[in-house]
């Protein structure tokens, strides 16, 4: 619910709820499923900017931030979107062996529940681009991806 209360601009009731599902989760002690709540609330904060979604927190819940969500997010494996796109389409391309690392990375992000929508969509044309499929479906990516992903296969 969380998710989709961010999606449509309704960031007070989003924050609600992924707090609540963090609390309630944590307290049960289904800590996996915790930590993706938690994680989700980190993308919250980097999405929204850290001194909006402060402001917000401090105005909605009536707790201190944790310590954990307050510091600066970590990109994974070290690298953007963008980059993520170019090494996996390159890596491919030249059948390096990090290919099959990609691969695998583009699969969990087209069938994880917990990221957005646009990065499920990524997952699954990368893995369509990556096995060499001429029909990519771009039409639900961000402009700026699907064209890095059709320069990445002109240049192939």
């Keep these: 619910m969380g998710i989709m209360l961010f999606k449509n601009k309704c960031y007070p009731e989003a924050l609600k709820c992924f707090v609540q599902a963090f609390s309630t989760l944590e307290g049960i002690g289904a800590l996996p499923d915790a930590q993706t709540v938690a994680n989700l609330l980190v993308q919250f904060r980097q999405a929204l900017g850290?001194?909006?979604f402060d402001a917000l927190w401090s105005q909605e819940i009536n707790q201190p931030m944790p310590d954990w969500l307050k510091q600066q997010p970590q990109e994974e494996q070290g690298m953007s979107?963008?980059?993520?796109i170019a090494a996996a389409i390159q890596s491919a391309r030249e059948k390096r062996p990090e290919a099959e690392e990609y691969f695998k990375a583009a699969q969990k992000m087209?069938?994880?529940?917990?990221v957005p929508q646009e990065l499920k969509e990524l997952g699954k044309v990368l893995q369509r681009v990556m096995a060499g499929s001429k029909n990519m479906g771009l039409s639900n990516l961000p402009a700026e991806?699907?064209?890095?992903?059709?320069?990445?296969?002109?240049?192939?």
């Design 50 to 52: 850290a001194e909006k």
């Design 81 to 84: 979107v963008e980059q993520f």
């Design 110 to 114: 087209a069938s994880d529940p917990t």
């Design 145 to 156: 991806w699907a064209a890095l992903i059709q320069r990445m296969k002109a240049e192939g």
